[in-house]
């Protein structure tokens, strides 16, 4: 019964953030997996995870997900129930993308939909800056801030923003 409620949760997940990615479906991943008894303080820690390891978001949250649920195979079940609608979406819609690739109004399409994501990644950040009471913790924001400046104003690289930002943060608090 874990197994098949695992499986179509993670299809649901993977079947609405195919094309939008992980991030711009961060909110509804976050509600899903509640249902798992994943917290939303975990489920920060869940994302930070996410950012380290290698893989998008969506397959580290379910692999994490199933694995604290069901085991090994909790994490199997999730993981590929999360990957099977993108994969078969994938070889119907490259097929016919192909075809249709340069038409105007699917190019006008993809225009539009693109500050629809940045739109939903924000509002993501505030609801997890919001999440970990960011604002009321001032080692955060200064976390935060000084991670900001370098990444935008500096282009550092991230990975290198993160080791960073461990470090501070096992000094700091």
């Not at 098949?4 to 094309?19: D, E, N, R, Y």
């Not at 991943?29 to 917290?39: H, L, P």
């Not at 009321?136 to 400046?149: A, E, P, Q, T, W």
Request: with cysteine; glycine share 10%; net charge positive.
């Amino acid at each position: 019964m874990i197994y098949t409620l695992l499986a179509v949760t993670f299809i649901k997940i993977g079947l609405l953030s195919f094309g939008g990615g992980g991030y711009a479906m961060i909110a509804l991943i976050q509600r899903e997996v509640q249902k798992f008894g994943i917290s939303g303080k975990e489920f920060v820690d869940i994302l930070a995870i996410s950012q380290m390891t290698p893989g998008p978001i969506g397959i580290n949250t379910s692999t994490y997900t199933g694995y604290k649920v069901a085991g090994f195979w909790g994490a199997v079940c999730a993981t590929f129930a999360n990957c099977l609608p993108t994969f078969l979406i994938m070889l119907v819609v490259a097929r016919v993308f192909y075809r249709v690739r340069k038409n105007r109004h699917v190019e006008m399409f993809f225009k539009g939909l693109r500050p629809v994501l940045i739109g939903l990644i924000a509002c993501i950040a505030l609801l997890m800056a919001k999440e970990i009471r960011l604002w009321n913790d001032y080692k955060g924001i200064l976390i935060f801030l000084s991670v900001f400046i370098a990444g935008y104003r500096f282009k550092i690289n991230p990975i290198f923003l993160i080791i960073i930002s461990g470090i501070a943060g096992y000094f700091l608090y």
